[in-house]
């Protein structure tokens, strides 16, 4: 009886820093995780003609078309180069102000 009680407390022993590893896991790396994606699919869905982005490979341009799964974007001074993309090379979005318009 004493030996299955002391068999018991060894399992529970065992089982404990594993759960424990799992949550820290859990918040450490797939929680943050989910959130950097809603934070870019949120990103990707609010985009307007005119805004400023940055693509994934560091280009700067301009927004002049959104479709379902690809955008076009205008690169340069001199506005002649017009690239598709797709939406998820874009690494950043920054809204066309107001105050500039003016």
Same mark, same amino acid.
């Given at each position: 009886?004493?030996?299955?009680?002391?068999?018991?407390?060894?399992?529970?022993?065992?089982?404990? #820093?594993?759960?424990? !590893? $799992?949550?820290?896991?859990? $918040?450490?790396?797939?929680? #943050?995780?989910?959130?950097?994606?809603?934070?870019?699919?949120?990103?990707?869905?609010?985009?307007?003609?005119?805004?400023?982005?940055?693509?994934?490979?560091? !280009?700067?341009?301009?927004?002049?078309?959104?479709?379902?799964?690809?955008?076009?974007?205008? $690169? /340069?001074?001199? +506005?002649?180069? +017009?690239? #598709?993309?797709?939406? /998820?090379?874009?690494? =950043?979005? =920054?809204?066309?102000?107001?105050?500039?318009?003016?």
């Amino acid at each position: 009886m004493l030996l299955s009680a002391a068999g018991a407390g060894s399992m529970i022993s065992l089982f404990v #820093p594993l759960i424990v !590893f $799992f949550l820290l896991m859990y $918040f450490m790396i797939m929680r #943050p995780q989910k959130k950097e994606q809603q934070r870019v699919k949120s990103m990707l869905a609010s985009m307007e003609v005119g805004d400023s982005v940055v693509t994934t490979s560091g !280009f700067y341009g301009i927004l002049i078309d959104i479709t379902e799964e690809d955008v076009i974007v205008e $690169f /340069g001074n001199n +506005r002649n180069c +017009r690239i #598709p993309m797709r939406k /998820g090379a874009i690494a =950043e979005v =920054e809204k066309a102000s107001d105050g500039a318009a003016e």
